[in-house]
T-cell receptor, first 115, second 110 residues
Framework: DAGVIQSPRHEVTEMGQEVTLRCKPI?????LFWYRQTMMRGLELLIY????????DSGMPEDRFSAKMPNASFSTLKIQPSEPRDSAVYFC?????????????FGPGTRLLVL | GQSLEQPSEVTAVEGAIVQINCTYQTSGFYGLSWYQQHDGGAPTFLSY????GLEETGRFSSFLSRSDSYGYLLIQELQMKDSASYFCAVRDGTASKLTFGTGTRLQVTL
């Protein structure tokens, strides 16, 4: 299996621009998570989906952030307009929801720098 | 809500044993997980405890005491490649979401 795929791996943009991050989860997984990681705030859950439905978006910082999952094999996280404080590593992770142990598999991340 | 506490840094010598502690406060609990993250890399799963006791996977072991809201990760026969950040995470019993601790940076020295 190719694992969780994220694109782009690196993104440098200017303040005010729209940024779209993409994620392809592991085939067969039914949960998908978007995280943001910074030195100051650590690893934060932004939003997660179960069976393509957003379940908890309480971690989304503000209305500038939006996420979609149109089908089981694709999700996007959009920032519009972007700000310098959005600079971080954004990880997508997927898992197979079960009643017991549930391992999340992380993608390689997108390193975003907003100038 | 959920909160987890871990030491920010730990240093240990190659070949030794190191223990990284994690205490948590949760409104619901459905297991404690441990993830490893190397600099510039993504978190990867190491271990999970759903019940009290010790789980062993090679050089890595994890322990949980639900009555004490406490767990630890034990790494034996430390190797230089074990230098990384280690995160504990708790799962909310009602959902799939994990809340991660702030991470412990492990430095293995010669």
């Amino acid at each position: 299996d190719a694992g969780v795929i994220q694109s782009p791996r690196h993104e440098v943009t200017e303040m005010g621009q729209e940024v779209t991050l993409r994620c392809k989860p592991i085939s067969g997984h039914n949960s998908l998570f978007w995280y943001r990681q910074t030195m100051m705030r650590g690893l934060e859950l932004l939003i997660y989906f179960n069976n393509n439905v957003p379940i908890d978006d309480s971690g989304m910082p503000e209305d500038r952030f939006s996420a979609k999952m149109p089908n089981a094999s694709f999700s996007t996280l959009k920032i519009q307009p972007s700000e310098p404080r959005d600079s971080a590593v954004y990880f997508c992770a997927s898992s197979l929801r079960t009643s017991g142990k549930e391992t999340q598999y992380f993608g390689p991340g997108t390193r975003l720098l907003v100038l | 809500g959920q909160s987890l506490e871990q030491p920010s840094e730990v240093t240990a010598v190659e070949g030794a044993i190191v223990q990284i502690n994690c205490t948590y406060q949760t409104s619901g609990f459905y297991g404690l997980s441990w993830y490893q993250q190397h600099d510039g890399g993504a978190p990867t799963f190491l271990s999970y405890n759903g019940l009290d006791g010790l789980e062993e996977t090679g050089r890595f072991s994890s322990f949980l005491s639900r009555s004490d809201s406490y767990g630890y990760l034990l790494i034996q026969e430390l190797q230089m490649k074990d230098s990384a950040s280690y995160f504990c995470a708790v799962r909310d019993g009602t959902a799939s979401k994990l809340t991660f601790g702030t991470g412990t940076r492990l430095q293995v020295t010669l």
